[in-house]
């Protein structure tokens, strides 16, 4: 009977190292994968929004490896002031997140999608005009 005792608790203690171990492996991978994206998505982005009442709104996002942001924008030939937020960026579902921004944006190839208030993607004439481009390193 001790002998039986033993062998099993050999047995289980021979599968909980063994799913440790895979999960210690699958925990490596994550925080690779997460790095990887991360240095993809971390850069600074450029465009021209469009503007009701401007030629457009010059708009540059700078994507911080740290999480943090700063967003700067323009109203071209309509005031030389230049509006900056900064704060902290968050990434979750393909959606970058701007903490104390309205607008939320759509990870594309190599570029961000900038969606409506409502978190939707934005439709129309006028939808390709709603992007910032990667700038090259």
């Keep these: ?5 033993i062998l099993l608790l050999s047995i289980l203690f021979v599968f909980t190292a063994c799913d440790n171990q ?11 994968h997460r ?3 991360l240095n993809n998505l971390s850069g600074d982005y450029m465009g021209v929004m469009p503007c009701a009442d401007c030629d457009g709104i010059e708009t540059v996002l700078k994507l911080n490896k740290n999480f943090s942001y700063s967003y700067s924008s323009k109203y071209l030939n309509k005031s030389d002031e ?3 937020k900064d704060g902290k960026w968050k990434f ?3 959606i970058i997140t ?3 921004v309205d607008y939320k944006f759509k990870l594309g190839d190599t570029k961000l999608l900038q969606l409506d208030l409502a ?3 934005i439709g ?6 709603y992007k910032l481009e990667k700038m090259k390193e």
Aim: aromatic letters at 6%.
């Design 22 to 32: 895979r999960k210690g492996a699958e925990l490596i991978k994550d925080k690779e």
């Design 35 to 37: 790095n990887a994206d």
């Design 82 to 84: 230049v509006f900056v």
């Design 124 to 129: 129309g004439e006028l939808a390709d005009n």
């Design 98 to 100: 701007l903490e104390g």
């Design 1 to 5: 009977m001790k002998r039986l005792f």
């Design 92 to 94: 979750e579902n393909n």
């Design 119 to 121: 978190g939707n993607e």
